[in-house]
């Protein structure tokens, strides 16, 4: 006769559609139960896609037919609607928050290049000057850049809980891989090794009572964006893009994966919108027109800001002074980030 033991590591192979987590660890499976050769499981779910129970029925069969024993496995499928979010999204899977952080809200991308670390940097700045407590974390790995653009070069220490201590830049708690290498220094980890690091950046940091963690995320739907989505519950993203059809596309890629683990999007944030010359005050399109503002629409989410190309958010930037600091009336760009954070505190209060 199996025994439950056996059961349940059968089920911990079995991963949840589009996932490289289990059922188990997921806390989906309620009870197993065990006469002579007849195993009946109980599997508790929210979601509206009926393919998500199917293809699981199909895993747990294959698994448990597997050890030796079982004779007439049983499925009882308890399925239940997800929670309504702004999005009436769909699959809903539990997920934990992080000790310290009352809110957190993801910064995406569908693609580098748009300026993401800079919105993210930026954001944090004007929620913190808001009054709020803020905290930012680098979850780009490959590409780390929060360093550099808060002028840092602080080594982070271990507390007696071997907790990472964040560093502490113009009022904001800064976790980053770049405060842990040389400026030339690569960081060469597969996708296993990637999502630990990830995991640790999240759950081993002593955020310190923070009403905001904003987390910076790599560009793309790749591995660590789906370790984020299944560690931590988001109280929601904002989707950095740029006016052109290129970037857009992408940009409606990282939508959908947010959508599918049912994470609202607070809304679009347009980078690099327009120039504006400082010579004669004309406004040049470089990238395109209105590409952020259709998109919005077309999802039904807000269109939070667009930010103009200036030369002193570069330079801001480069060193370590994000341009979010400076005096809203003296910088278009700093008048925008501001106006998106007020948006942000008003959609999403701590």
Same mark, same amino acid.
């Not at 999005?87 to 693609?111: D, E, F, H, T, Y």
């Not at 748009?114 to 944090?124: C, E, P, Q, R």
């Given at each position: 006769?199996?025994?439950?033991?056996e059961?349940h590591?059968?089920?911990?192979t079995?991963?949840?559609?589009?996932f490289?987590r289990?059922?188990?660890?997921?806390?989906?499976?309620k009870g197993?139960?065990?006469? #002579?050769?007849?195993?009946t =499981?109980?599997?508790?779910?929210?979601?509206r896609?009926?393919?998500?129970p199917?293809? =699981?029925?199909e895993q747990?069969?294959?698994?448990?037919?597997?050890?030796?024993?079982?004779?007439?496995p049983?499925?009882?499928f308890d399925?239940k609607?997800p929670p309504?979010?702004?999005?009436?999204?769909?699959?809903?899977?539990?997920?934990?928050s992080?000790?310290?952080?009352?809110?957190?809200?993801a910064?995406?991308?569908?693609? #580098?290049?748009v300026?993401?670390?800079t919105v993210?940097?930026?954001?944090?700045?004007?929620?913190?000057?808001?009054?709020a407590?803020?905290?930012?974390?680098d979850?780009?790995?490959?590409g780390?850049?929060i360093?550099?653009?808060? #002028?840092?070069?602080?080594?982070?220490?271990?507390?007696?809980?071997?907790?990472i201590?964040?560093i502490?830049?113009y009022?904001?708690?800064?976790v980053?891989?770049?405060?842990?290498l040389?400026?030339?220094?690569p960081?060469?980890?597969? #996708?296993?090794?990637?999502t630990?690091y990830?995991?640790q950046?999240?759950?081993?940091v002593?955020w310190?009572?923070l009403?905001y963690?904003?987390?910076?995320l790599?560009?793309?739907?790749?591995?660590?964006?789906?370790?984020?989505?299944?560690?931590?519950a988001l109280d929601g993203?904002? =989707?950095?893009?740029?006016?052109?059809?290129?970037?857009?596309?992408?940009?409606r890629?990282a939508?959908?994966?947010f959508?599918?683990?049912?994470?609202?999007i607070?809304? =679009?944030?347009?980078n690099?919108?327009?120039?504006?010359?400082?010579?004669?005050?004309?406004i040049y399109?470089?990238f395109?027109?209105?590409?952020?503002?259709?998109?919005?629409?077309?999802?039904?989410?807000?269109?939070l800001?667009?930010i103009?190309?200036?030369?002193?958010?570069?330079?801001?930037?480069?060193?370590?002074?994000?341009?979010?600091l400076?005096?809203t009336?003296?910088s278009?760009s700093s008048?925008?980030?501001h106006e998106?954070?007020?948006?942000?505190r008003?959609?999403?209060?701590a």
């Amino acid at each position: 006769m199996p025994s439950e033991s056996e059961i349940h590591a059968a089920l911990a192979t079995v991963r949840y559609p589009g996932f490289s987590r289990d059922i188990v660890s997921f806390g989906l499976v309620k009870g197993v139960s065990v006469e #002579g050769g007849k195993v009946t =499981i109980e599997i508790s779910l929210a979601t509206r896609d009926p393919n998500i129970p199917r293809l =699981i029925h199909e895993q747990v069969e294959a698994a448990l037919k597997q050890v030796p024993g079982v004779t007439e496995p049983k499925l009882n499928f308890d399925i239940k609607e997800p929670p309504n979010t702004a999005q009436g999204n769909a699959a809903s899977l539990p997920k934990s928050s992080i000790p310290g952080v009352k809110r957190i809200i993801a910064v995406a991308s569908g693609k #580098g290049g748009v300026g993401k670390s800079t919105v993210a940097s930026n954001l944090a700045v004007a929620l913190s000057k808001s009054g709020a407590r803020v905290g930012l974390c680098d979850c780009d790995l490959y590409g780390p850049s929060i360093a550099h653009m808060f #002028g840092s070069n602080e080594r982070p220490y271990q507390n007696e809980e071997q907790q990472i201590v964040p560093i502490e830049r113009y009022g904001l708690q800064l976790v980053s891989m770049g405060f842990l290498l040389d400026d030339d220094s690569p960081v060469i980890v597969r #996708g296993p090794v990637a999502t630990r690091y990830t995991q640790q950046f999240l759950r081993q940091v002593a955020w310190n009572d923070l009403d905001y963690l904003i987390l910076d995320l790599p560009p793309g739907t790749g591995d660590i964006q789906l370790t984020i989505v299944q560690t931590v519950a988001l109280d929601g993203t904002v =989707i950095v893009t740029t006016p052109q059809e290129v970037a857009l596309i992408d940009a409606r890629k990282a939508v959908t994966m947010f959508q599918k683990v049912n994470v609202p999007i607070l809304g =679009i944030i347009e980078n690099m919108s327009y120039f504006l010359c400082p010579s004669d005050g004309q406004i040049y399109h470089i990238f395109g027109k209105g590409g952020g503002d259709h998109e919005a629409k077309r999802l039904g989410v807000p269109l939070l800001g667009q930010i103009p190309i200036e030369m002193t958010v570069r330079e801001a930037g480069d060193e370590g002074h994000p341009i979010a600091l400076e005096d809203t009336a003296k910088s278009a760009s700093s008048k925008v980030f501001h106006e998106i954070a007020a948006k942000l505190r008003a959609t999403v209060a701590a």
